[in-house]
């Protein structure tokens, strides 16, 4: 989009709808937003939440543009207040050109909280909202309505939303909603200045979902037969997606008693030949790590997401972190093989996980997803996902034996993997405990140790990660070779620096780009080559200790200069990180830069 005139500077365009939890923020936010994502717009949507039903503050901000949005950004150039305490909160926040819409009738907007350059658009939403129902949530139907005249965006595409929301309600409902909207733009439109913006749109029809949809979405394009889960945020997506659509696609889904039972049940599944997943957060996940080791000493293919919030304990139920790192690699106890893949955006959750599927079952272990509250659970507007991308490979199984016994389930093998039987093959009778075992699968704990098979079994197991790192991708920088700046980033901090990036080349600023998605096992070489290139190097994660740095140091044995961290709860804005990328190129001084 473009602006005709001053009133808004030419970039991406931010809405911010705040309010209380049950005044109805998210209907308004994402009814705008699918509404942009069909006009051929792109999207980027986060709802910062509280974990209670009613009171608190929430407020979702979209972020609009023609082209890639990478994140929420930081100010907004419209901000639609459900109540007094936004104002209060958000007010100075909207940039000079934009606007406030309220209910005039119920919250006051003096000029001191009014920033210069700012538009007045008080609306009287309760008495336009009580022609079309008594239900207060109207009022927020109304302000969309106006909000849609005052940008200057095609009120059509948003009645088409909300025709589509409704129609399951029946046509009264329907017509009230529609009748609201179109009171409250045809109320801006005789008593304000519309801002002059003039949206690109192609109508290009884009997906639009969070990161959990993907998750799911690759589940089900994956071959996943069996998922299990017990709801905890933000992870519980996963399980509101594919419960309604799963069984459709032949996929068994299991709302479980507890997280132990939904590991458990998983293993299980992936031990009797279905691919298999759970979900959970970091709470959840360490109810799981026991059952995690057990996949790992049975070779049993399972894939564990775990959706990182806030922590420790219960922590921050609806706020994003990256603190689980390291619980990661150390979920369950002893050495064993294991995946842990970051993915970094919406697209990238769903490929890594039909790949996680695939490197659950060639390399027989558990594979761990690490996503966030960030990216699991904002909207976002994505190109269409290439299914012909989308390969099963259910590794090294067994051939038929003449049935006289003696199957090696656990064979010691070069590469670690042993061929692989489910429980009913014929002549493949094996055992699957929890103890060592040899390649049988005979336990060799129970009455003595046996030291020799131990190391053999454990030697054969460990050398499925020498496999694995022959064959995973070689990790890669993206940008300019000789740039002045190299970033590190895991997971969502990914898209905040997507962001600063495209700040920092306009600007005529060198910098690239290393983001870790395959985190264990790890590439140590190639990424200590590519920070030994680095002229300056600054890592962007959302924890208190620097966990991905650490871990880089540790395997490594280099140290990252220049570190920005955040842990409050909400994620990144790229002014923060514009902002610290201009002062460390400026010559900071300061060998760690933290966000507080």
């Known amino acids: 989009m473009s602006s005709q005139t001053t009133a808004l500077s030419p970039r991406k365009v931010s809405v911010r709808v705040g309010g209380a939890a049950g005044d109805g923020i998210a209907s308004v936010a994402e009814t705008l937003a699918k509404a942009c994502s069909r006009q051929g717009l792109y999207v980027f949507a986060y709802n910062s939440y509280q974990s209670v039903i009613r009171g608190g503050h929430i407020n979702m901000q979209i972020r609009i543009g023609a082209k890639k949005v990478w994140s929420q950004g930081d100010q907004c150039d419209f901000l639609v207040a459900l109540n007094q305490d936004t104002i209060v909160r958000h007010a100075k926040e909207v940039t000079p050109g934009g606007g406030i819409i309220y209910n005039k009738e119920k919250i006051k907007l003096d000029a001191a909280s009014l920033p210069k350059s700012v538009s007045d658009f008080g609306i009287p939403s309760s008495a336009i909202a009580n022609k079309f129902g008594k239900s207060p949530i109207m009022q927020n139907t109304v302000a969309l309505g106006a909000l849609s005249f005052v940008m200057n965006f095609p009120f059509e595409a948003v009645k088409d939303v909300i025709v589509g929301t409704f129609k399951k309600k029946g046509d009264a409902v329907v017509n009230a909603n529609v009748g609201a909207a179109q009171a409250g733009f045809d109320y801006a439109k005789e008593n304000f200045k519309q801002v002059s913006l003039t949206w690109e749109v192609s109508n290009k029809k884009r997906m639009f979902l969070t990161g959990n949809q993907a998750i799911a979405l690759g589940a089900v394009a994956g071959g996943c037969k069996f998922y299990s889960a017990y709801p905890m945020t933000p992870a519980s997506g996963i399980l509101h997606w594919l419960a309604p659509k799963g069984p459709k696609y032949g996929v068994v889904v299991k709302q479980c008693e507890d997280e132990i039972a939904a590991m458990n049940m998983a293993v299980g599944a992936g031990h009797a030949g279905a691919r298999s997943m759970t979900g959970t957060s970091g709470g959840g996940f360490s109810l799981m790590t026991e059952a995690v080791g057990l996949a790992a000493m049975i070779e049993a293919p399972v894939v564990v997401v775990n959706c990182m919030r806030g922590g420790p304990s219960t922590g921050l139920p609806t706020k994003t972190e990256q603190g689980d790192l390291f619980q990661a690699i150390g979920a369950s106890q002893g050495d064993y093989p294991k995946f842990i893949i970051a993915p970094a955006t919406v697209e990238d959750a769903f490929y890594a996980t039909t790949e996680a599927l695939n490197l659950a079952e060639i390399y027989q272990c558990p594979v761990i997803l690490l996503s966030d509250l960030l990216l699991s659970e904002h909207y976002e507007t994505i190109d269409d996902l290439d299914m012909a991308k989308v390969k099963i490979e259910r590794g090294e199984w067994a051939q038929a034996t003449n049935g006289n016994g003696g199957f090696l389930r656990y064979k010691n093998t070069p590469s670690g993997i042993s061929p692989r039987a489910i429980p009913g093959m014929a002549g493949m009778n094996y055992i699957a405990a929890s103890d060592e075992h040899d390649e049988e699968g005979v336990v060799i704990s129970d009455v003595f140790t046996d030291p020799a098979k131990r190391i053999v079994m454990m030697e054969k197991r460990m050398r499925k ?84 740095e650490k871990f880089i140091r540790q395997e490594t044995g280099l140290s990252i200069a220049h570190h920005l961290r955040k842990y409050d709860g909400e994620p990144f804005g790229p002014d923060q990180v514009h902002e610290k990328t201009k002062a460390l190129l400026a010559g900071a001084k300061e060998p760690a830069l933290a966000a507080r």
Do not use: C
């Not at 002045?484 to 910098?511: M, P």
């Open 465 to 548: 990660m020498e496999t694995a790192l022959k064959n995973m991708p070689e990790p890669k920088v993206e940008g300019p070779a000789n740039a002045d700046l190299t970033f590190i980033t895991w997971g969502s901090t990914y898209y905040v620096v997507r962001d600063a990036i495209h700040r920092l080349e306009k600007e005529g600023v060198k910098v690239n780009h290393l983001n870790i998605k395959y985190i264990w096992p790890f590439k140590a070489d190639a990424i200590a080559k590519i920070i030994k290139s680095a002229k300056k190097t600054f890592i962007v994660e959302a924890n208190y200790t620097g966990q991905m």
